[in-house]
């Protein structure tokens, strides 16, 4: 199947056309046919002689009022058949719709002049052409029909056969969203939702996920219709309508969107390129944006905040394919909206009822911009993006990527040897400039507080501002880092000197020599101040592995449970305190704290009797 999508100016005959071409009322509602005017989107179809493949019509109104719904409509579609009538000509609704389909990057289409038994059609059809060559569309291929007599309507088919013809193949085994663009209920059936398939393909008992107005929620598919039969699978491009298990209609509207999930991102910020409206070549310094928007991206249409990231006297220098004037934004959106960088979208001004220009999404997970002058560089940033997802470039850009975002992000897999850890990817350069920073980190820490050595994990993480400490494993493993750091026991040190001050070690090694002779005789307090040792540098000194507390006051070498046990073990079992005293020619003092910390560690037993080893 194949999708067109009707514009033109009101009471032009794009209704009467999609009549004739189909045998079929685009008009749904009864107010539409009694007043002869489209106020919605119309659905209808055909299959055009020659070919097998059906073209579906979305019908769209062409009032000034219902521009919102225009947008809906031609928003998810690929092609447009445009309408002129030959007894009027272009008209002011003929140019906004042209400016709706150019800012949306619509590039297929035809030009179709209606009325032709009213009025000489060459006139309109000139004056059209010359329209439609300022915008992408360029130079269109023109029919001339009366949708009341059928003269043409023979040549439009098959117009319209080699504009489907032409037209990109879909990816069939892309993600899914679906833009909903209608949401009724059928009478034992349930819910139905329909849009238009872009890509990938929607199965009977899928599961998807229904994003909405601040919300998102599993949904699944109960039942599929393509082109008003049911099917098994609808493949894109294609008309769908999805009857949904289990979803009140109340909690549905246009805008909506059915969703592969796992696959999308749903942003309220987004950082935008801001194409030139058609025919201006380029964004004027006095052209000042609103402050609020409305975005229109598929039949979505959303309030948007707005904050120009570049002005408009120093435009972007990197639009697409080199297009000049462009400016990056920023939109703040009432509400989040499934987006991936690349999307076309579009600003409408809707207080002067204009167009205000398309937009290629560039980023749907930008960075805060809090310091001065941060937006001017990220629109630095932003001018090498081309908006075309690139894993290499993404990376290099965000320096630390959620794997989980990659297809969000619109990034099919993952840089090749892209390091990795706790389901995050960085990228190499950055890791080697936070290794520089972390060295730096510690060494500032140890010199602010050498009694507290090495710096913790968590703190180091929160210095080099990571989203998760287990990333440190990948800064500890680049130099410098890997040269000078180690980490141990939660924290992170400086090799070959313990984070220890070299007073505090000197004292250290004239306490070693003390309990090298009796390696239970704890150094008395007045011994511990003779030497500097309080109790901040006592407590480092245990933190460092250097000293074990056995109790308050009392702090022996860090082996002294090995050879504690060793000697008790040669002890009658079981011993009494008095024995062990002996035994380890110590004191109460001592023997008691060192008894019970030996019991505590399981190395040894205490019942009735007295002590035993184990």
Same mark, same amino acid.
């Given at each position: 199947?194949?999708?067109?999508?009707?514009?033109? %100016?009101?009471?032009?005959?794009?209704?009467?056309?999609?009549?004739?071409?189909?045998?079929?009322?685009?008009?749904?509602?009864?107010?539409?046919?009694?007043?002869?005017?489209?106020?919605?989107?119309?659905?209808?179809?055909?299959?055009?002689?020659?070919?097998?493949?059906?073209?579906?019509?979305?019908?769209?109104?062409?009032?000034?009022?219902?521009?919102?719904?225009?947008?809906?409509?031609?928003?998810?579609?690929?092609?447009?058949?445009?309408?002129?009538?030959?007894?009027?000509?272009?008209?002011?609704?003929?140019?906004?719709?042209?400016?709706?389909?150019?800012?949306?990057?619509?590039?297929?289409?035809?030009?179709?002049?209606?009325?032709?038994?009213?009025?000489?059609?060459?006139?309109?059809?000139?004056?059209?052409?010359? %329209?439609?060559?300022?915008?992408?569309?360029?130079?269109?291929?023109?029919?001339?029909?009366?949708?009341?007599?059928?003269?043409?309507?023979?040549?439009?088919?098959?117009?319209?056969?080699?504009?489907?013809?032409?037209?990109?193949?879909?990816?069939?085994?892309? +993600?899914?969203?679906?833009?909903?663009?209608?949401?009724?209920?059928?009478?034992?059936?349930?819910?139905?939702?329909?849009?238009?398939?872009?890509?990938?393909?929607?199965?009977?008992?899928?599961?998807?996920?229904?994003?909405?107005?601040?919300?998102?929620?599993?949904?699944?598919?109960?039942?599929?219709?393509?082109?008003?039969?049911?099917?098994?699978? !609808?493949?894109?491009?294609?008309?769908?309508?999805?009857?949904?298990?289990?979803?009140?209609?109340?909690?549905?509207?246009?805008?909506?969107?059915?969703?592969?999930?796992?696959?999308?991102?749903?942003?309220?910020?987004?950082?935008?390129?801001?194409?030139?409206?058609?025919?201006?070549?380029?964004?004027?310094?006095?052209?000042?944006?609103?402050?609020?928007?409305?975005?229109?991206?598929?039949?979505?249409?959303?309030?948007?905040?707005?904050?120009?990231?570049? %002005?408009?006297?120093?435009?972007?220098? *990197?639009?697409?394919?080199?297009?000049?004037?462009?400016?990056?934004?920023?939109?703040?959106?009432?509400?989040?909206?499934?987006?991936?960088?690349?999307?076309?979208?579009?600003?409408?001004?809707? @207080?002067?009822?204009?167009?205000?220009?398309?937009?290629?999404?560039?980023?749907?997970?930008?960075?805060?911009?809090?310091?001065?002058?941060?937006?001017?560089?990220? !629109?630095?940033?932003?001018?090498?993006?081309?908006?075309?997802?690139?894993?290499?470039?993404?990376?290099?850009?965000?320096?630390?990527?959620?794997?989980?975002?990659?297809?969000?992000?619109?990034?099919?897999?993952?840089?090749?040897?892209?390091?990795?850890? *706790?389901?995050?990817?960085?990228?190499?350069? %950055?890791?080697?400039?936070?290794?520089?920073?972390?060295?730096?980190?510690?060494?500032?820490?140890?010199?602010?507080?050498?009694?507290?050595?090495?710096?913790?994990?968590? !703190?180091?993480?929160?210095?080099?501002?990571?989203?998760?400490?287990?990333?440190?494993?990948?800064?500890?493993?680049?130099?410098?880092?890997?040269?000078?750091?180690?980490?141990? @026991?939660?924290?992170?040190?400086?090799?070959?000197?313990?984070?220890?001050? *070299?007073?505090?070690?000197?004292?250290?090694?004239?306490?070693?020599?003390?309990?090298? !002779?009796?390696?239970?005789?704890?150094?008395?307090?007045?011994?511990?101040?003779?030497?500097?040792?309080?109790?901040?540098?006592?407590?480092?000194?245990?933190? *460092?592995?250097?000293?074990?507390?056995?109790?308050?006051?009392?702090?022996?070498?860090? +082996?002294?449970?090995?050879?504690?046990?060793?000697?008790?073990?040669?002890?009658?079992?079981?011993?009494?305190?008095?024995?062990?005293?002996?035994?380890?020619?110590?004191?109460?003092?001592?023997?008691?704290?060192?008894?019970?910390?030996?019991?505590?560690?399981?190395?040894?037993?205490?019942?009735?009797?007295?002590?035993?080893?184990?």
């Amino acid at each position: 199947m194949r999708v067109v999508a009707t514009a033109g %100016h009101v009471d032009h005959g794009k209704s009467t056309l999609v009549r004739a071409l189909t045998g079929m009322e685009p008009d749904r509602w009864a107010e539409e046919r009694r007043r002869g005017m489209t106020i919605d989107l119309g659905f209808a179809w055909t299959v055009l002689p020659g070919t097998d493949e059906p073209v579906a019509f979305v019908d769209v109104p062409g009032h000034e009022r219902f521009v919102t719904q225009m947008l809906a409509g031609v928003g998810p579609v690929p092609a447009t058949m445009f309408v002129v009538a030959a007894d009027e000509g272009w008209m002011p609704q003929s140019g906004e719709h042209l400016d709706a389909l150019h800012a949306l990057g619509v590039r297929h289409g035809l030009l179709v002049v209606t009325r032709s038994d009213l009025a000489d059609p060459e006139l309109a059809r000139d004056e059209a052409l010359e %329209h439609l060559a300022e915008s992408g569309l360029g130079r269109l291929p023109a029919v001339c029909v009366s949708g009341t007599t059928g003269e043409g309507l023979d040549e439009l088919r098959t117009a319209l056969g080699a504009l489907v013809g032409g037209l990109p193949e879909p990816d069939l085994d892309g +993600d899914v969203r679906l833009w909903v663009d209608r949401a009724f209920t059928i009478r034992g059936a349930g819910t139905v939702v329909t849009g238009t398939l872009g890509a990938g393909r929607i199965s009977v008992g899928d599961e998807l996920v229904l994003s909405g107005e601040d919300r998102e929620r599993p949904v699944a598919v109960r039942g599929l219709q393509a082109l008003g039969a049911p099917v098994e699978t !609808a493949p894109a491009v294609s008309r769908v309508a999805v009857n949904l298990r289990g979803v009140p209609l109340e909690t549905l509207s246009r805008g909506d969107a059915l969703l592969t999930p796992g696959r999308w991102l749903a942003t309220s910020v987004v950082d935008v390129r801001l194409h030139p409206p058609r025919g201006s070549g380029t964004h004027r310094a006095e052209d000042t944006l609103p402050a609020q928007v409305m975005l229109h991206v598929g039949s979505a249409a959303v309030a948007a905040r707005v904050r120009p990231l570049s %002005h408009a006297d120093a435009p972007d220098t *990197a639009g697409e394919a080199g297009e000049a004037g462009t400016r990056t934004l920023r939109l703040t959106l009432r509400v989040p909206v499934p987006l991936r960088p690349g999307d076309r979208a579009l600003l409408r001004d809707p @207080g002067a009822h204009a167009v205000l220009g398309g937009i290629t999404v560039l980023d749907v997970r930008p960075p805060e911009l809090r310091r001065r002058g941060a937006a001017r560089r990220r !629109a630095a940033q932003l001018a090498e993006t081309s908006g075309t997802p690139d894993p290499a470039a993404e990376l290099r850009r965000r320096k630390l990527l959620r794997v989980d975002d990659l297809a969000g992000l619109g990034l099919a897999s993952a840089p090749p040897d892209a390091p990795a850890a *706790a389901g995050w990817l960085a990228d190499p350069e %950055h890791l080697d400039a936070l290794a520089a920073r972390l060295v730096e980190a510690v060494a500032a820490h140890a010199d602010a507080d050498p009694l507290d050595p090495g710096l913790p994990m968590r !703190a180091a993480a929160r210095a080099l501002e990571l989203p998760d400490p287990r990333l440190l494993a990948l800064v500890l493993a680049r130099p410098p880092a890997s040269d000078d750091l180690a980490e141990e @026991g939660g924290r992170i040190l400086r090799r070959g000197d313990g984070g220890l001050p *070299a007073t505090v070690r000197t004292a250290l090694a004239e306490v070693g020599k003390d309990l090298e !002779a009796s390696p239970f005789a704890a150094p008395e307090a007045d011994r511990l101040a003779e030497l500097g040792l309080g109790a901040r540098q006592l407590g480092a000194a245990v933190r *460092a592995g250097e000293l074990l507390r056995v109790a308050y006051g009392i702090y022996l070498r860090p +082996d002294a449970p090995d050879r504690a046990v060793e000697a008790l073990a040669e002890l009658e079992q079981p011993f009494t305190v008095s024995a062990a005293r002996q035994a380890l020619r110590t004191t109460r003092r001592v023997a008691v704290p060192l008894l019970e910390l030996l019991a505590r560690t399981g190395r040894t037993r205490h019942d009735g009797e007295g002590h035993q080893v184990r």
